[in-house]
Structure formats: structure tokens, C-alpha cells
């Protein structure tokens, strides 16, 4: 593995760790979006020198998330594995939880103490809501081209 292909895969693990991933999951993301063709969980295991566990888990979640599929092999209960592209579905996924954190927010409205605590909350309020409508119009046009 190269330097320049280390480096992209580590910071992967970084990036999807802090989205409450395993960093072992978005390092394996990493290296599957650079390979080629599809792979065995054993070559993840020996490519990125990670346990059996923690590559079984990485690709679990990663088919759960839309990031990657598995293809089974005829005659053997081995599976081979790729990725999908799928970075959509993560977005969406998030976008959810963002929507589920403004629900809660405005649950709250009643509860504030003041005008000065109800703005606040309003504006932390918009603010998620903006964040949310803007995603969802990149997913839109993402989704044309």
C-alpha cells in the first residue's frame, strides 16, 4: 500500500469516526473505494491490519449504510465485497437524525424561561433547519446528474 493510499484510508477512518463510526469501518471504506474490484474480508484483514472482528463489523455496518455490497461466491460460503459509492445514503441518513434534533427542538418552545431563551432556541432551531433543507437540495440535484 502506498503512502499516498495509507494517508487517504487513515483519514477515512477519521472522517466517518467522527459520525459515531468505528474508525476501523471508515478504513475500510477508504480501501474499498480505492481498489479496483472486490475483495475478501481476509485481504481487508491482512491490507489493513485489522482483527477478523473488526473487519466483519466494518463491512456489516458499511452494507448497512448502503456503502458497500457483498458478492457471495458460487460454491463457497465466502463472501466478496465492494463499494457501492452510496455516500448519499449517509447523508440521508444524517439529515434524519438532524430532523429528528429539530422535532426536539421545537417539542421545547413552550418550555423556555424567556423572549431571550425563545430566540435562542428559535435560532438554533433555523439554523438546523437550514442546514437540513440546503443538504436535501444537494441529495436532489446530486441525484439528477
Given at each position: 500500500m502506498s503512502t499516498e493510499h495509507e494517508q487517504f484510508v487513515n483519514a477515512?477512518?477519521?472522517t466517518l469516526a467522527t459520525w459515531n463510526l468505528p474508525r476501523a469501518t471508515?478504513?475500510?471504506?477508504?480501501?474499498?473505494?480505492l481498489r479496483g474490484?472486490?475483495?475478501?474480508?481476509?485481504?481487508?484483514?491482512?491490507?489493513l491490519s485489522l482483527s477478523s472482528g473488526a473487519v466483519s463489523t466494518a463491512i456489516r455496518e458499511l452494507v448497512s449504510w448502503g456503502l458497500a455490497r457483498t458478492i457471495p461466491q458460487p460454491g463457497s460460503?465466502?463472501?466478496?465485497?465492494?463499494?457501492t459509492g452510496g455516500f448519499e445514503q449517509l447523508l440521508a441518513a444524517s439529515h434524519e437524525r438532524t430532523r429528528a434534533f429539530v422535532?426536539?427542538?421545537?417539542?421545547a418552545e413552550d418550555l423556555t424561561e424567556n423572549a431571550h431563551?425563545?430566540?435562542r432556541l428559535r435560532d438554533v432551531t433555523d439554523l438546523?433547519?437550514?442546514?437540513?433543507?440546503?443538504?436535501?437540495?444537494v441529495l436532489r440535484n446530486y441525484s439528477r446528474s
Amino acid at each position: 500500500m502506498s503512502t499516498e493510499h495509507e494517508q487517504f484510508v487513515n483519514a477515512m477512518g477519521d472522517t466517518l469516526a467522527t459520525w459515531n463510526l468505528p474508525r476501523a469501518t471508515g478504513r475500510v471504506y477508504g480501501d474499498l473505494l480505492l481498489r479496483g474490484e472486490a475483495t475478501s474480508a481476509e485481504q481487508l484483514r491482512t491490507d489493513l491490519s485489522l482483527s477478523s472482528g473488526a473487519v466483519s463489523t466494518a463491512i456489516r455496518e458499511l452494507v448497512s449504510w448502503g456503502l458497500a455490497r457483498t458478492i457471495p461466491q458460487p460454491g463457497s460460503r465466502r463472501l466478496l465485497v465492494e463499494a457501492t459509492g452510496g455516500f448519499e445514503q449517509l447523508l440521508a441518513a444524517s439529515h434524519e437524525r438532524t430532523r429528528a434534533f429539530v422535532r426536539t427542538l421545537r417539542a421545547a418552545e413552550d418550555l423556555t424561561e424567556n423572549a431571550h431563551a425563545a430566540t435562542r432556541l428559535r435560532d438554533v432551531t433555523d439554523l438546523f433547519t437550514s442546514y437540513v433543507d440546503a443538504g436535501e437540495h444537494v441529495l436532489r440535484n446530486y441525484s439528477r446528474s
